[in-house]
Nanobody, 129 residues
């Protein structure tokens, strides 16, 4: 059973940066497609970014495009979400999710949550002066 753990959240001022990490411990995520989601208070969870199993396909929601970057380490044991030029509206609990899919060179931030089988418990990101 794959267990995902997010880390790296915290409180940051507007314009600041944070890097979130998503790890499955000693398991490699190299055959998994990864999604990053977030849920702000009173709002539905939304897709923020995703990456196919190969790392060649990446997508971002319009609200974070140009500010957030998804990546992984060489062994793909950790997937990152680098967040820059943060805004108060980025405040949310951020989740990583994974699905075993070594076939698709594609991902979409509009994919339903049901596509992903494994979820972390989330990490809080707060952007405030």
């Amino acid at each position: 059973q794959l267990q995902l753990v997010e880390s790296g959240g915290g409180l940051v001022q507007p314009g600041g940066s944070l890097r979130l990490s998503c790890s499955a411990g000693e398991f490699s995520l190299h055959r998994y497609a990864i999604g990053w989601f977030r849920q702000a208070p009173g709002k539905e969870r939304e897709g923020v970014s995703c990456m196919d199993y190969s790392g060649s396909a990446k997508e971002y929601s319009d609200s974070v495009k140009g500010r957030f970057t998804i990546s992984s380490d060489d062994a793909k044991k950790t997937v990152y979400l680098q967040m820059s030029r943060l805004k108060p509206e980025d405040t949310a609990v951020y989740y990583c999710a994974a699905v075993w899919d070594p076939h698709s060179y594609f991902c979409s931030v509009t994919d339903p949550e049901s596509r992903y089988r494994y979820w972390g418990v989330g990490t809080q990101v707060s952007v405030s002066a």
